[in-house]
Structures are given as structure tokens and as C-alpha cells.
């Protein structure tokens, strides 16, 4: 596949370089190869047509693109506030806004039972002035999944909204344009392959989420039972299935990414020049 | 040499070294003197008193425990964890244990535990049986039907002829006493053991004999086991008086 020029190319990368690369890669690939290994192929179009599969699987899809949505509707202007205001204890807000990311699964669920459940400190109040219970909804899981895979989108829209270069914005501003025109028109597109790349990585976070959806939002096929848990629920009983049902989220991730990638490097390129 | 065979020598390297330094990633005393026991999630509390009181008697032999659902042990074992012994939950993954060869002692029994249904403190909605859990405006939680307490859940409701439709099927048992004790849930199915465990955080409402179902627990010394004279020595302390009254004060039944 290879010519002449491209191996002149890898041949500039230093040795320890490539050879640790090529190990991490491995690292990556191996777990994805036993997968493949293992799974029953001749079984496989069984599990995948099944309702059960089928149902937690439009769950999926349905929930973690709400859960993105909604990222992007919060995680943007928070992430502005992040990069553009000066105010005291800007360094503590974004550690809390980037907590979940780093707290366990499960523990975020609790936490969100403490805040939004039926005895949560907000959640009896929804529970008993507006009849709104989230635990064990659909919606639930939507929550679940905003909460850990929001962080990804500020990080990673915040840190291209402090690359952006400001000069930008304000010869927008002098030549007339509001304050919210030069943030839609001026602003959003320079930081859009970085919201593209934020979104698809809170997407990929919410589609693969299992610990705080199984605690906050329980699971019951059709209402809060996503691939992932289906997928921890095979396991118990009929491993096959689990393969292949774990496959089939591994494929639409790896797609998505695939997909995804070139548009965001490409885009990268243009912001830098 | 050659820049691509340099790559993919060093990578070789780089693995095995990385392997090298794993061999410190192996379970704690693979056979000097440690019991590796693999035992059900139900059992963590009596199993660790166990331990400690059969460490007491053999000071030379350390237990080391993996708690975690029957299923899941089995898989584990299947894929090669190193056990010495397996407590299971319930007699079928035993089985499923034995089916592939797993196990070099005849499973002996030592346990019983039957189920009840968990409801907070006070028992706020006066729930008396089964036939309160059909009530569409209570929160019903229990276990999976893939697992044991959850397949015992169903069994239970066919047995009172009764429909209950559960808000969620959780993963494990522990993950309904939490619903619970946090009053997110208004009622679930689970061992006694677990409503002896939760202490004042929740109530059990026990179930007639002729609906409620019977849970064996039996133990095994897994085969190839690292320390097969020490997973002997540990079956037979959790089947001796002194394991029975230990276990009974956690609100198993003899077997």
C-alpha cells in the first residue's frame, strides 16, 4: 500500500517514538480483537433482532443525543463564561463543573438521588409541586447521562475559546456588530470544530454511561434500560449476547468517530492559520 | 538493522517489559499461605467475620476475599481468575460452575436464606404482603430476572398470583436496599440477610411459607486451586458450628 515517500516520512519519527505508539495501540486494539474473537457469529443476527436489543438500543440513541443536546445548549455559554469572565473563584467553578468527570459513576448517581430524587434537596420539591419524578424515568437517564458527559464539551470548548484570538471579536464589535451577532456569527464559527469535537465526545460519553443511569434512573427495559445495562445484564446469564450486543455499540461509536474525525482536524487546521 | 524491524523489536520489548512488571499485579499470595475465596455479594459481612475468626484459628494462612455476584464469579473462574474456593448464592451457578469441571469437592450446603419484602422505616405505606405490591402507585423495586434474587422475585409473584410490575429491575440485591433506604423506592424484594444488614434503615415484611422461595447457599473448593489444602480448611470451617453461628447471626438459616 505504501510508496517510497510516505516510509521517508515515518522514517523521521524517532524509534522509542513509534515503538511506544505502536504499543498503546496495541493496548487499544487487543480488547476490541478478543471481542471479535469470542463472539458467536453464527448467533449473532439472532441477539440483534431481538426486541429486547432493539428497544434498549433506540433507547440508547435517543437518550445520549438528548443528553448532547442538552450539553451543548448548557456546556456552551458555560463554557464562555468559563474562558471570557473574570470573576473570583473562576478556578473552583470549573473544577465543579468538571467533577463528574472524575467521580465515580455510581456516586454520581447517589449524589443525583441526594439533589433530584424524591427526598432530594430539589427533587421533593419537584415531586410535590409539580408531580415531576425523575428517578426511573426516561428523563432520568437523560439526566444521568448530561451530568457525566457534559464536562467533556466545556473543557473542550472552553480551552478553544481561550486560544481564539480576541482581536477578532472586537474589530467585529467596532465595526457595529452586537454583542450577540459577533458570539453567532464571529465567535461560534471559529470555535465549531471544537464544539463538534466536545459534542461528539459528551455523545460517546453518554451512550456508553452505565454507572450513575443504573443507580439514578434503575433499569427496566423500554424506560430507563440502555445498551450498556443491557449489555452488564447478559452478561449474567447469556455472555454471547452481551457480545454482540456490546459490539454493535462499539461499531456505532467507531463509526461516528471515523466519520467525525477528518472534519474536525480539517476544520483545526483553518482556526490555526 | 533495518527501521521498521527496530520499531518492531523495541515495541517487543516494550511489551515484555510491561508484562515484567505486571507479575507484581498478581493476586495477593498466590499460594503462600492465602485462601483466595470467591463468594457471593450476599455473603460480604458474614463471610468477612468468618474470615477473620478463621485467620484466628490459622494465624499463618491469610483469607483474601472477592465478593461479587454468584454469575459474575463464575465467569471470572471460567476466564481463569485464580480461586481457591466459591461460595455461590445459589445452586445454579454451582452447577453451571461444575458443568465445565470447576470445582474439585462435591458442593457441600451451609446456608439457607429466604426473601422478604424491604420497605423504609415505619413502613410508611403498610405494605402486609404481595398482593399490596400490585398497587400501580407504589414504587416496586427488585432484581433482574438475570439474577438469582431476581428470578426468585418472579417466582415469589407467581406463587401469590399476583402482578407486579417493578419500576426497575436492578442489578444485584444491594442495589434495591439502597433504593430503598434512600425512600426513593417504596418496596422491594430481597434476602433477610439484607434487612438484617440495614439495620434501622429499613423493615421486612416476611412472606408466608407457601409463596416465599428457599435460596441454598453451597461451597466448593474450585478446581486447580492455587492452595487446595487451605480452601479445604476454610470449607470446612464455614461448615462447623463455629461458621454456622456466625452466619446465623447474620440471618442466614442452617442448611
Known sequence: MSSGRPRDGRARVPVPALALAAVAIA???????????????????????????????RLSIVCSLWAT?????????????????????????????????????????????????????????????????LPFTTAGVVVAQTFVAMPFLVITVEAALRQLDQR???????????????????????????????????????????????????????????????????????????????LVLIAISFAVLVGLRDRWFGARTTVAA | MHYRTRVLV??????????????????????????????????????????????????????????????????????GAPADVFASADQSNMTKLAAVGGNSTEPALFARNTLEIIVGPGNPKRISGVADLANEDLIVVTCAPEV?????????????????????????????????????????????????AAAAAAEGVE???????VAEYPIAVVAGAPNADGAQAFTDFVLSQRGRTILESYGFLAP
Open chain 2, 207 to 213: 412472606l408466608p411459607e407457601d409463596v416465599n422461595v
Open chain 1, 27 to 57: 493496548f487499544f486494539a487487543l480488547p476490541l480483537v478478543g471481542l471479535l474473537w469470542r463472539a458467536p457469529w453464527s448467533s449473532a443476527w439472532g441477539y440483534l433482532t431481538d426486541d429486547d436489543a432493539l428497544t434498549a438500543l
Open chain 2, 10 to 79: 523495541s515495541s517487543l520489548v516494550i511489551a515484555a517489559v510491561a508484562l515484567a512488571a505486571c507479575e507484581s499485579a498478581k493476586p495477593a499470595g498466590g499460594g503462600d499461605g492465602a485462601v483466595i475465596v470467591f463468594a457471593a455479594a450476599s455473603l460480604t459481612a458474614a463471610f468477612t467475620e468468618i474470615g477473620d475468626a478463621f485467620t484466628a484459628e490459622y494465624p499463618d494462612v491469610e483469607v483474601v476475599f472477592n465478593f461479587a455476584a454468584s454469575s459474575e464469579l463464575v465467569t471470572q473462574i471460567g476466564e
Open chain 2, 148 to 196: 438469582p434474587c431476581g428470578a426468585y422475585a418472579v417466582q415469589i409473584f407467581t406463587n401469590a398470583g399476583v402482578t407486579v410490575v417493578p419500576k426497575s429491575l436492578e442489578e444485584n440485591v444491594k442495589a434495591v436496599v439502597t433504593k430503598v433506604t434512600l425512600g426513593e423506592a417504596d418496596a422491594g424484594i430481597v434476602y433477610r440477610t439484607d434487612v438484617t
Open chain 1, 69 to 133: 443536546a442538552l450539553s451543548v445548549v448548557f456546556g456552551v455559554p458555560l463554557a464562555w463564561v468559563l474562558a471570557r469572565v473574570e470573576f473570583p473563584g473562576r478556578t473552583v467553578v470549573r473544577a465543579l463543573c468538571t467533577l463528574s468527570m472524575v467521580l465515580p459513576p455510581v456516586v454520581g448517581g447517589v449524589a443525583l438521588f441526594f439533589a433530584l430524587g424524591r427526598r432530594g434537596l430539589v427533587g421533593q420539591y419537584l415531586d410535590r409541586w409539580f408531580d415531576i419524578r
Open chain 1, 168 to 246: 477578532i471579536e472586537d474589530a467585529a464589535r467596532t465595526l457595529g456588530a452586537s454583542r450577540w451577532y459577533t458570539f453567532r456569527r464571529v465567535t461560534l464559527p471559529a470555535v465549531r470544530p471544537a464544539l463538534m469535537a466536545g459534542a461528539v465526545l459528551s455523545w460517546a460519553r453518554a451512550l456508553g454511561e452505565f454507572g450513575a443511569t443504573i443507580t439514578f434512573a434503575g433499569n427496566f427495559p423500554g424506560t430507563t434500560q440502555t445498551m450498556p445495562l443491557a449489555v452488564y445484564l447478559s452478561l449474567e446469564t447469556n455472555p454471547e449476547e452481551a457480545i454482540v450486543l456490546a
